[in-house]
């Protein structure tokens, strides 16, 4: 039998690079590898722990499922599904709340994080964004869960979790492992000290930049002193994290794509690094604008895929129901 593998992305603003090597791209390939049962999903009660505009956020949303079909997810191959159109996620997110010590979500770092970046709106619902991630995985029996670095802080918490409730009610759900991308930490491209993210939007190159705009960010990113084009992330952040988007687009090894650039500029490589993620991203760009101009049918497959998550998460929550006692 398939291991099942579960992932999502919050519809919160375009998707960047990051998204795509750290998660998007991977995706695809695993499901295309048939050694899975894939469900993904577009996390957007997630997203509402973040300052929102509500007129925004279904486009954002159908935005999202347009970006998974772009980038290759097909709804006959994996259950593709919005999480608010599954009540169960949220169901059993609230049970698990009485499950999860205080003192170990005030601990996770990506609430630190978020908690500093938006100091006016740290709210409830940011502090319990593990939880309902818990529930997002476990409602599914995922054993797999391909996520970025940020991420394997909250799974290790859902296994405790798991490993929590199992032993107190008996064994109903299933302990995730991360299954960790190749590029689990893409960088930004101003300050190759820090995460590649929306919110520094000099920094991220988003997958529907205009070529104009991809060759101006690559041309703008910051390199290291020195002429050498090297993987070296220590002494040479800015050409590494470069290097790491030239070899996770091709599939190449990075000492092959030194060898190519040896002795050439910064100058040359960072032309062919633009040239390299304009072509990548033209039939993605050109295939979601198609997917976008018929809102409908996106809403209408996020829709059959929901139906029949909800069936598979609702068999969950009786089981929980019925060790519980509820009625
Ligand atoms: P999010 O926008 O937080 O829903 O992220 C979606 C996915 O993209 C998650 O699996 C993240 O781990 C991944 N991700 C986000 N930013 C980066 C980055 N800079 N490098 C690698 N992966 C990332």
Not at 63 to 79: T, V
Not at 294 to 323: M, Q, Y
């Amino acid at each position: 039998m398939k291991s099942n593998l579960l992932s999502g992305i919050q519809p919160s603003g375009r998707l960047h690079l990051g998204n795509y090597l750290g998660a998007l791209k991977n995706f695809v390939e695993l499901q295309n590898s048939g050694q899975y049962n894939c469900h993904f999903f577009v996390a957007d009660l997630h997203s509402l722990t973040e300052d929102f505009e509500p007129a925004q956020k279904k486009q954002q949303i159908l935005d999202l499922i347009a970006s998974f079909l772009a980038a290759g997810l097909d709804p006959k191959k994996s259950l593709i599904f919005v999480q608010s159109q599954v009540p169960a996620h949220s169901q059993l997110a609230v049970i698990l709340n009485n499950f999860t010590p205080f003192g170990e979500l005030s601990r996770m770092t990506q609430f630190k994080d978020k908690a500093e970046a938006q100091k006016e709106n740290i709210n409830v619902g940011l502090f319990t964004y593990p939880v309902l991630m818990a529930a997002d995985v476990i409602l599914y029996d995922a054993q797999f869960v391909p996520v970025g670095e940020d991420q394997f802080q909250h799974l290790e918490l859902t296994r405790t979790l798991v490993r929590k409730f199992n032993s107190k009610f008996g064994a109903i759900f299933i302990e995730p492992q991360p299954l960790q991308t190749k590029v689990t930490r893409l960088m930004s491209l101003t300050d190759p000290e820090k995460k590649m993210s929306k919110s520094d939007s000099a920094g991220c190159l988003f997958l529907d930049d205009e070529s104009e705009t991809i060759a101006g960010k690559i041309e703008a990113a910051v390199t290291d002193s020195g002429k050498e084009i090297k993987f070296d992330p220590e002494l040479k952040p800015g050409i590494s994290n470069l290097l790491t988007i030239y070899s996770g687009l091709t599939g190449r090894e990075i000492p092959e794509i030194e060898k190519e650039f040896e002795g050439k500029s910064y100058v040359r490589f960072k032309k062919a690094l633009a040239k390299l993620i304009t072509k990548h991203f033209a039939p993605f760009r050109r295939k979601k604008a198609r997917l976008l101009a018929k809102p409908e049918k996106l809403e209408k497959i996020a829709l059959r895929g929901s139906k029949l998550a909800n069936k598979i998460a609702n068999e969950k929550i009786k089981v929980v129901k019925e060790r519980f006692g509820l009625l």
